[in-house]
């Protein structure tokens, strides 16, 4: 990280007050998916680090896709916009359908009724599918926006979430 990362560097100021995902954008969810996305949102405006570069915070973030790009629009707390940031989802793509293949058979294994060791065998590869996609983000991210590793995994969780197609 080019800008450092450590929580304990980052002010006060420095975190997002609200997250908001571009509902016009989203289709009818999952229970578990659904489920995902609030604990996301509410991890994220109880505790996170967030810094842009060039501008004071604390900030407001509304994440969309437009065609094929992951959209961050970075905002003041008075929602006047800062910067508006728009990255290929390509880099995301083959992580995020990982993402989606292992939780379903999360969702599956716990449904069925599967022994304790193999629920943990299928989370194990769920969170490392899911540490991969938040260090690519924060890599995609760096020299633009400061996050630590609890927010870019939360990040990460709402990214997947809109990438859920009809």
Request: net charge negative; hydrophobic share 35%.
């Amino acid at each position: 990280m080019g800008l450092g990362g450590d929580p304990g560097t980052f002010r006060p100021d420095e975190r997002l007050v609200d997250v908001r995902l571009d509902e016009t954008t989203l289709v009818r969810r999952k229970p578990e998916v659904e489920h995902e996305r609030a604990v996301a949102i509410f991890d994220l405006i109880e505790e996170n680090c967030f810094r842009l570069k060039g501008a004071r915070g604390p900030y407001v973030l509304h994440l969309s896709l437009e065609d094929d790009r992951l959209v961050l629009d970075v905002r003041a707390e008075n929602d006047d916009p800062l910067h508006r940031f728009m990255f290929s989802t390509k880099p995301f793509r083959r992580i995020v359908k990982d993402y989606f293949m292992v939780c379903e058979s999360y969702y599956g294994a716990i449904r069925s009724g599967a022994s304790p060791s193999r629920i943990e065998s299928i989370d194990m590869g769920r969170r490392g599918l899911h540490n991969e996609g938040s260090a690519l983000l924060r890599e995609r991210l760096d020299g633009k926006i400061e996050i630590d590793h609890d927010t870019a995994r939360r990040l990460f969780t709402l990214i997947c979430v809109l990438h859920i197609k009809a």
